[in-house]
Structure formats: structure tokens, C-alpha cells
């Protein structure tokens, strides 16, 4: 009875929420990833209706939309993606959306893109540009311009909504800088699941010694090699903190920890998705600013050392 009457209920807020989307007249903007669904919407404020399609805690390479969401994306007057091959499980019906001739916005197609510097990927784009706030800002830019093409948006709001975006940018960025140099030069080594924070080490000066996943996405999985290798960079570099990200179990980053066979903690990062309301990371701004503080004491020197 009780998954009867939960069903029911799940059936009647869809009910309710499609009834109000109907009673919105403002344009109506489908974004793809939860960090950009943010983005969007503190760029465009109430001047139009923002969905997201994936959900909190979710990974972006993989996650998967309904056909009730996919005939949403074929209504949608912009369609806002990440591009540069993070949508993985989405690109089917990004191609088909565009081929029918919906207005879309790729963000990394608009801003400077990195290139991974090694691993399975070497060589192709990376798409984590949110790590770096001072791209977020490019980002804004492109996304007010955007905007403000659709028929009926109201440009005036949308550009007082932009303007006050850009200030908590710039205040996020500030913080990071300041945060990150406590850090000194030689402890300014990252780890992770997966090749992540490249944009953030260009920006800020630390060094990627490596990821556990060799690849740009999750996906991929790493052999015994790459974890002999990555343990032994470990050791050449003193790592003594590696990141396991939110969206995926850090199963491996753990063994990993184990494998290394010095004292290596393992401390978690809001890396590819935002959280549900009240874990710490359910926007933009939060997330990045949860991030710092851990990248930070993660990195930190101990009192031993």
C-alpha cells in the first residue's frame, strides 16, 4: 500500500508541475547538467523558466533522460548544454534536438577550452571548465547573450540578474585565491577519481599529479598498470590527501589509498554534480566554495610535517 499511495503522489506533483508550466507564459530554457541548470538560472532570474534534466548526485557522462523529458527538449525555446563530450548519455537527443531545429547554446563551443595534458584522453578537450570561476564569468557572458535572442525574454531583468551573477563570481573567485594561497608550493599536488581540475590548476598553480580513472570520463575503468603507476607518482610526489567525488564511489580511490602504502587520506568533492538541498552543494557557488575549504585542509601542511 505505502509504494501505491507513493506512487500516486510522485504522479499528482508531475501532474501539478506540468499544469504549471502550462499556466507560465515566460520563455522556457532546458538546461542539461544541474551545474549549468544553476548557472542559467541565477544568470537569467525570473525572466524565464529554467529545467534541468539531470539530478542531483548524478554523473553527467552517464545519466539518461525520460521520453516525456526528451518531447520537453523538442518544445523548449533554448536548449543550454556543456558540450565538449560530458553529456554522454545525453548526445542522442542533443543531435536530434538541434536537427529539428531548436535553438541551442553549447557552452563550450564559447570559451577557452583546455586540452588534456595525459591519460587515455590526451590531447582532446576537457570539459570541467566550471572549476575555474574566472571562466564562469565567460560563461555568464555568453549565456546573457543568448538569452536575450528569444523572442518575448525580458532583456532588462536579464541583465540586472547577470550583473548581480557576475559580483558573487567575482567574490568566489577572490575567496579561492586567497583561500588556495595557504598552500604552499610543494603540497599543491591533486589526485582524484578522474581527470577533473585541470581548469583549476591552471588557474590557481597546482599540479595534477594524476587520477585513478586514467580518462576524461567515468566511464572508463583503470588497470592494475594504472594504479601501479598513479601509486607511484603518489609517493615521488607526498601526496597526503587524494579526492573521491560525490557523484561517484570512491571504492577505487580507496584501494588506491590502501595500495599506496603511506598515509593517504581520502576526502570527498562536489566535482561533476551538484547535491540535494542541505548536503553543502546544491549550487554553483556553495559547491565551489565547499570544494575550496577541502582542497585547502586536504593540502594544507600537518602539524608533522
Request: hydrophobic share 40%; aromatic share 4%; proline share 4%.
Given at each position: 500500500?505505502?509504494?501505491l499511495?507513493?506512487?500516486?503522489?510522485?504522479?499528482?506533483a508531475?501532474t501539478?508541475?506540468?499544469?504549471?508550466?502550462?499556466?507560465?507564459?515566460?520563455?522556457?530554457?532546458?538546461?542539461?547538467?544541474?551545474?549549468?541548470?544553476?548557472?542559467?538560472?541565477?544568470t537569467?532570474?525570473?525572466?524565464?523558466?529554467?529545467?534541468?534534466?539531470?539530478?542531483?548526485?548524478?554523473?553527467?557522462?552517464?545519466?539518461?533522460i525520460?521520453?516525456?523529458?526528451?518531447?520537453m527538449?523538442?518544445?523548449?525555446?533554448?536548449?543550454?548544454?556543456?558540450g565538449?563530450?560530458?553529456?554522454?548519455?545525453?548526445?542522442r537527443?542533443?543531435?536530434?534536438t538541434?536537427?529539428?531545429?531548436?535553438?541551442?547554446y553549447?557552452?563550450g563551443?564559447?570559451?577557452?577550452?583546455?586540452?588534456y595534458?595525459?591519460?587515455?584522453a590526451?590531447g582532446?578537450?576537457?570539459?570541467?571548465f566550471?572549476?575555474d570561476?574566472?571562466?564562469?564569468?565567460?560563461?555568464?557572458?555568453?549565456?546573457?547573450?543568448?538569452?536575450?535572442d528569444?523572442?518575448?525574454?525580458?532583456?532588462?531583468?536579464?541583465?540586472?540578474?547577470?550583473?548581480?551573477?557576475?559580483?558573487?563570481?567575482?567574490?568566489?573567485?577572490?575567496?579561492?585565491?586567497d583561500?588556495?594561497?595557504?598552500?604552499?608550493?610543494?603540497h599543491?599536488?591533486?589526485?582524484?577519481?578522474?581527470h577533473?581540475?585541470?581548469?583549476?590548476a591552471?588557474?590557481?598553480?597546482?599540479?595534477v599529479?594524476?587520477?585513478?580513472?586514467?580518462?576524461?570520463?567515468?566511464?572508463?575503468?583503470?588497470?592494475?598498470a594504472?594504479?601501479?603507476?598513479?601509486?607511484?607518482?603518489?609517493?615521488?610526489?607526498?601526496?597526503?590527501?587524494?579526492?573521491?567525488?560525490?557523484?561517484?564511489?570512491?571504492r577505487?580511490?580507496?584501494?588506491?589509498?590502501d595500495?599506496?602504502?603511506?598515509?593517504?587520506?581520502?576526502?570527498?568533492?562536489?566535482?561533476?554534480?551538484?547535491?540535494?538541498?542541505?548536503?553543502?552543494?546544491?549550487?554553483?557557488?556553495t559547491?565551489?566554495?565547499?570544494?575550496t575549504?577541502?582542497?585547502?585542509?586536504?593540502l594544507?601542511?600537518?602539524?608533522?610535517?
Amino acid at each position: 500500500m505505502r509504494r501505491l499511495v507513493g506512487t500516486v503522489a510522485v504522479a499528482m506533483a508531475l501532474t501539478g508541475c506540468a499544469r504549471a508550466a502550462d499556466s507560465d507564459d515566460r520563455p522556457h530554457i532546458v538546461v542539461t547538467t544541474n551545474i549549468l541548470g544553476d548557472v542559467v538560472a541565477s544568470t537569467v532570474g525570473d525572466a524565464a523558466r529554467v529545467t534541468t534534466l539531470m539530478r542531483p548526485n548524478a554523473d553527467p557522462h552517464s545519466f539518461e533522460i525520460s521520453a516525456r523529458e526528451a518531447a520537453m527538449m523538442r518544445d523548449a525555446d533554448l536548449i543550454v548544454s556543456n558540450g565538449l563530450g560530458l553529456e554522454e548519455g545525453l548526445q542522442r537527443h542533443l543531435d536530434r534536438t538541434a536537427d529539428a531545429g531548436v535553438e541551442t547554446y553549447v557552452v563550450g563551443e564559447q570559451i577557452d577550452v583546455l586540452d588534456y595534458s595525459d591519460g587515455d584522453a590526451e590531447g582532446t578537450p576537457d570539459p570541467h571548465f566550471w572549476t575555474d570561476p574566472a571562466r564562469m564569468l565567460d560563461v555568464v557572458d555568453g549565456l546573457e547573450a543568448a538569452v536575450t535572442d528569444i523572442d518575448g525574454i525580458d532583456e532588462r531583468a536579464v541583465e540586472q540578474a547577470a550583473a548581480e551573477y557576475r559580483t558573487e563570481l567575482e567574490s568566489l573567485d577572490q575567496e579561492m585565491t586567497d583561500s588556495f594561497a595557504s598552500i604552499p608550493e610543494g603540497h599543491r599536488s591533486l589526485v582524484t577519481n578522474h581527470h577533473v581540475f585541470g581548469y583549476l590548476a591552471e588557474r590557481f598553480g597546482f599540479r595534477v599529479v594524476g587520477a585513478v580513472i586514467p580518462g576524461g570520463t567515468t566511464l572508463a575503468a583503470p588497470s592494475a598498470a594504472d594504479l601501479r603507476d598513479l601509486t607511484e607518482a603518489i609517493e615521488r610526489a607526498g601526496v597526503r590527501t587524494i579526492f573521491a567525488e560525490s557523484s561517484q564511489p570512491d571504492r577505487l580511490i580507496q584501494v588506491l589509498a590502501d595500495e599506496a602504502g603511506v598515509d593517504v587520506e581520502v576526502s570527498e568533492l562536489f566535482t561533476e554534480s551538484l547535491a540535494e538541498k542541505g548536503e553543502g552543494a546544491d549550487t554553483y557557488l556553495t559547491m565551489m566554495r565547499a570544494n575550496t575549504e577541502r582542497i585547502t585542509s586536504g593540502l594544507s601542511p600537518r602539524p608533522t610535517d
